[in-house]
């Protein structure tokens, strides 16, 4: 049985975001093992983040593509917001996999396997033990795990964000490239929460995703017909090309997904609650995670909390939007107009990423309509 040092088991955002950051620390000669069933040769995620500069895991062999303005739209009401001192930044996970994977291979101490994982095992008082479909047992110190095992799905039904993306290319020019489109409410909202979301890279050309919330599975033909009227009746553009395809489900719970009993295995990404419960953005919270676990093995040789760990007030105020989304789903548009109409939009943005002070956050919830606020809080339940 081959033993290390670190395994990582899964290689998405959050797997590869922590070995960026193991390989840029004191720890880089630690003997590592990377697992993942997938060769990551193919561009199967968009990522978005918004900052005042790219953060220094950006893709930086690609040209950069962002956004200096957003605005979000219901029937014939939109409002339109300037960042200020702010970028929404866009990352492709091909460009991402292949920087990062290029890094991984000036380490000779890191070996990346091409497997799937069947099993964690802990040995108490010893090393943790990962089995594989087909290259046997492997053990190590610690564990960073992003692959959710049946033992960690929540019992409960929980809402979820259900998108379908398509990259169009279009024969007319109508996208304005330098505004993203964060939500664009067409249908009635007062049984369901469902938008478009638009990030366009030139005048005939973007990213256009379904997004819809519900607890209930969906159907990915039923997806795609919502995105195939959208373009017709709200683009009224019927001679486009798909290039590109993704789908995918957020939780949007502030349910903690259970974790190991072994302090050596550690959720990262979505099982460690690094989606934001009220968005779904996932991509900044994962580097923040990331580096705060390779600080700790740093300094301490260990990590004391295997979960990215929110503010308890944070959780409350996604939990009063949850409590909306589920029970009156027609209050959402005008919460999202009304926080960026009435505030500067790098505050809520600054809110968003959980990075404001109680000050800051009293100045800006005290400018919305309190009722439907008020009325969560009244008839309040964790979702």
């Known amino acids: 049985m081959v033993a290390y040092d670190y395994i990582i088991t899964g290689l998405g955002c959050a797997g590869l975001s922590l070995v960026y950051y193991l390989l ?41 593509v962002y956004w200096d303005s957003i605005s979000i739209t219901e029937s014939k009401k939109s409002i339109s917001a300037d960042l200020q001192n702010l970028k929404y930044f866009h990352v492709k996970s091909l460009d991402f996999y292949k920087e990062i994977i ?33 290259s046997g047992v492997f053990k190590s110190n610690f564990l960073f795990n992003s692959i959710p095992f049946p033992s960690q799905r929540s019992e409960n039904q929980i809402l979820k964000q259900s998108f379908v993306g398509w ?34 890279y030139n005048k005939k050309e973007a990213l256009i995703e379904y997004t819809l919330y519900s607890k209930n599975g969906v159907e990915m033909s039923e997806m795609e017909r919502k995105l195939s009227e959208y373009m017709e009746s709200e683009l009224r ?32 990404g979505t099982l460690a609650g690094c989606s934001k419960p009220s968005t779904g953005y996932t991509f900044y919270d994962i580097q923040k995670h990331c580096m705060s676990i390779v600080s700790e093995l740093n300094k301490n040789g260990t990590v ?41 939009a790098n505050l809520v943005l600054k809110f968003l990423h959980e990075e404001t002070n109680i000050w800051e956050e009293i100045s800006l919830l005290s400018r919305l309509k309190f009722g439907v606020f008020l009325k969560s809080l009244l008839n309040y339940e964790r979702h």
């Open 24 to 64: 840029d620390s004191p720890l880089k000669d630690k003997k590592i093992l990377l697992i993942d069933h997938s060769s990551k040769t193919e561009n199967d995620r968009t990522w978005c983040y918004w900052a005042e500069k790219p953060l220094g895991i950006h893709p930086k062999n690609t040209p950069l």
């Open 102 to 134: 290029e890094k991984i291979k000036r380490f000779p101490n890191v070996s990346i396997l091409k497997d799937s994982v069947e099993k964690i095992e802990s040995i108490v008082g010893g090393p943790v033990q990962v089995l594989t479909s087909k």
């Open 167 to 200: 990259k169009v290319s279009c024969k007319n020019d109508y996208f304005d490239p330098s505004a993203v489109s964060m939500m664009h409410f067409v249908t009635d909202q007062q049984k369901k929460t469902d938008f478009f979301y638009i990030l366009p």
């Open 237 to 268: 553009e019927s001679e486009y090309e798909i290039t590109f395809k993704e789908s995918g489900s957020i939780p949007m719970t502030t349910f903690e997904i259970p974790t190991h009993q072994n302090p050596n295995i550690i959720s990262i």
């Open 304 to 344: 004391s909390s295997r979960k990215w760990n929110r503010k308890p007030r944070f959780r409350f105020y996604d939990n009063i939007i949850l409590n909306i989304a589920i029970k009156w789903p027609g209050a959402l548009p005008d919460i999202f107009r009304q926080m960026f109409s009435k505030n500067q």
